[in-house]
């Protein structure tokens, strides 16, 4: 086991210029299985899914992630982007919820987006939704200012608070915060 000291010692040797391989600890973090569970509101749909294993991504549970995040609307599903589910598997770890996360909106087309805007001043023009870099969440029996907070910590992208609605949006975009 490394203590503290010795752990800062081998991370700024990797730092520095390469010159140590990946430390064990940062090997074994990276190995270790990544299992997600959510459920879509809007659909009813509930999955388990093991998408990352032996340091990498596995192909067929991301699809079904994907098609679970589809725009429900126009019953579109688009690939999203990868490091959103990594930031989702970090923001289930820091918080440990006993329930699946809910999934309020993923992808959304061209079309559901207008529609939304048009009916919402809180839904912008060019979201990232449209790119599959966004999720809007919440975590039954986690306050959604509690959310929020784990999400800022992680410095990850944009994370937009909306109290009134009930829910937390995360992307993969600049680090950036708002309020709704």
């Known amino acids: 086991m490394l203590d503290r000291r010795r752990f800062l010692q081998q991370a700024a040797l990797v730092g520095t210029a390469g010159l140590v391989g990946i430390s064990p600890l940062a090997n074994a973090a990276s190995q270790e299985e990544k299992t997600l569970r959510l459920y879509n509101i809007h659909t009813g749909e509930s999955l388990k899914a093991t998408f990352w294993a032996d340091g990498g991504f ?53 079309q559901t987006n207008q529609m939304l805007r048009a009916a919402s001043n809180g839904v912008a023009k060019h979201s990232l939704h449209m790119e599959g870099r966004a999720l809007d969440i919440r975590f039954p029996g986690i306050s959604c200012r509690d959310l929020q907070k784990a999400a800022l910590q992680m410095r990850k992208g944009g994370v937009g608070y909306y109290p009134q609605s009930g829910f937390v949006h995360i992307d993969t975009g600049r680090v950036r915060q708002w309020t709704a």
């Open 58 to 110: 596995i192909d067929s549970e991301v699809q079904d992630i994907d098609l679970l995040m589809r725009d429900h609307r126009a019953n579109q599903a688009l690939a999203m982007q990868r490091d959103l589910y990594l930031n989702l598997y970090r923001l289930q770890q820091a918080l440990n919820p006993n329930q699946p996360i809910q999934i309020i909106s993923g992808y959304r087309s061209p």
